[in-house]
């Protein structure tokens, strides 16, 4: 049996493990999980879990991970948090017999990170990224903004690093601030209002000022061998203030992510982001790890994080795609747990205060003293329902 650490990562892993779970029929695979919080819902899942500190430097988080792959006899390294940095030192992990299960080299997860950069490299896709500028100083705002304005109804602005949509506006040209505020409006700006602030700051990090792509959304869950595409499940997800989302098969996005898979020596599980436009299907990013939503893809026919794991461990399958069922609508339902997370009494001042938190272990040389907590799933939710996928 080998034992596969994911360290800290989304709370969608509790979706990956149970998929993997449910491939792994002969038990190759035991899931070590780590996280700072202990009431993490992806220790549920796993086999084993344990706390991992917080606030590290970058330094003593790969000394950190090296030692609990030296220590707690790791067999893989499923990374999550600072993949990128343990990705450009991966020769450290293999010198301990661990691979990395990274989804590209350093470089390439650098190129990813930094849209602006990246956005200038897909330019040679069939899909191409949405019309953008890149912007760094307040002077490069107002002849950017004409010149796509006159191109394209609406726009609106992105950090170029960052995830989870975080720093995203749609600019409003027609809103003042305070009826945006008062109408709940929180992801658009108007427009003078973002010029105030950006002439106030006069530089800043890379901004994307970009048109507004306002059709259908795509998240595109696909596995690759390093040189070519292994599978892939399309999701259209549902218009706002719709549930649920809908597997299909568009030529198009199918195309795009096999050339994208090819150029950048994509391995293992990642996710693409597409949207259409006035002007077509449009590229919004690459992911390079598993989606939010992968466990909508536990009903399409393909067990995409069991086939990465297995194919990045023990060879991928070779011929065509797998199949998907396409055209099935599938609803997120969430569950509630029960969780059980051990508790330290503190003694504050005279009276003693219980306080449910666990302390974590810290450095590699203390991990002759950390035991990890092997957890017995005593409920299983039913078959068949997709679960927690924030």
């Not at 800290?8 to 993997?20: G, H, K, M, N, W």
């Not at 896709?125 to 191109?151: D, G, I, K, Q, W």
Request: charged residues 25%; contains cysteine; aromatic residues 8%.
């Amino acid at each position: 049996m080998r034992r596969i650490w994911f360290n800290r990562t989304f709370s969608s892993v509790r979706a990956l493990f149970e998929l993997i779970r449910q491939g792994d029929t002969a038990s190759a695979y035991r899931l070590f999980c780590t996280h700072p919080h202990p009431s993490f819902p992806g220790f549920d899942l796993a086999d084993e879990w344990a706390l991992e500190p917080a606030d590290l430097s970058d330094e003593d988080y790969l000394e950190y991970c090296l030692g609990v792959c030296r220590e707690q006899r790791v067999d893989a390294f499923w990374p999550g948090k600072a993949a990128e940095l343990i990705a450009r030192h991966q020769a450290r992990f293999a010198a301990l017999g661990v691979p990395v299960l990274a989804v590209a080299d350093a470089d390439t997860l650098a190129l990813l990170r930094d849209k602006a950069r990246f956005y200038d490299r897909a330019q040679a896709f069939s899909v191409p990224p949405p019309a953008h500028r890149c912007l760094t100083v307040a002077t490069e705002f107002e002849p950017a903004y004409a010149a796509l304005r006159t191109l394209h109804s609406r726009l609106c602005v992105k950090p170029a690093e960052g995830v989870n949509g975080i720093g995203f506006r749609v600019i409003d040209e027609q809103r003042s601030g305070l009826e945006l505020w008062l109408q709940g409006a929180l992801h658009t700006m108007d427009l003078p209002s973002l010029r105030q602030l950006l002439q106030a700051a006069e530089s800043f990090p890379p901004l994307l000022l970009m048109e507004y792509l306002d059709g259908p959304e795509y998240s595109v869950d696909a596995i690759g061998d390093g040189r070519k595409l292994v599978a892939l499940v399309q999701r259209e997800k549902a218009p706002t203030g719709a549930y649920g989302q809908r597997i299909v098969a568009l030529p198009a996005i199918e195309q795009a992510v096999s050339e994208m898979t090819a150029a950048l020596g994509l391995r293992g599980l990642f996710n693409v982001q597409f949207r259409e436009g006035e002007s077509g299907l449009r590229l919004l990013e690459i992911n390079p790890r598993f989606a939010g939503g992968i466990g909508y893809t536990g009903l399409t026919g393909v067990n995409l994080p069991y086939v990465a794991l297995h194919g990045l461990l023990q060879g991928f399958p070779t011929g065509e795609l797998p199949a998907v069922a396409i055209g099935m609508r599938i609803l997120e339902v969430s569950q509630v747990r029960r969780v059980e997370v051990p508790a330290i009494t503190n003694k504050v001042g005279s009276s003693e205060r219980s306080e449910r938190r666990a302390e974590p272990f810290v450095t590699a040389d203390l991990m002759d003293s950390f035991s990890s907590v092997a957890r017995t799933i005593s409920a299983r939710l039913p078959e068949g329902i997709v679960k927690e996928a924030p």
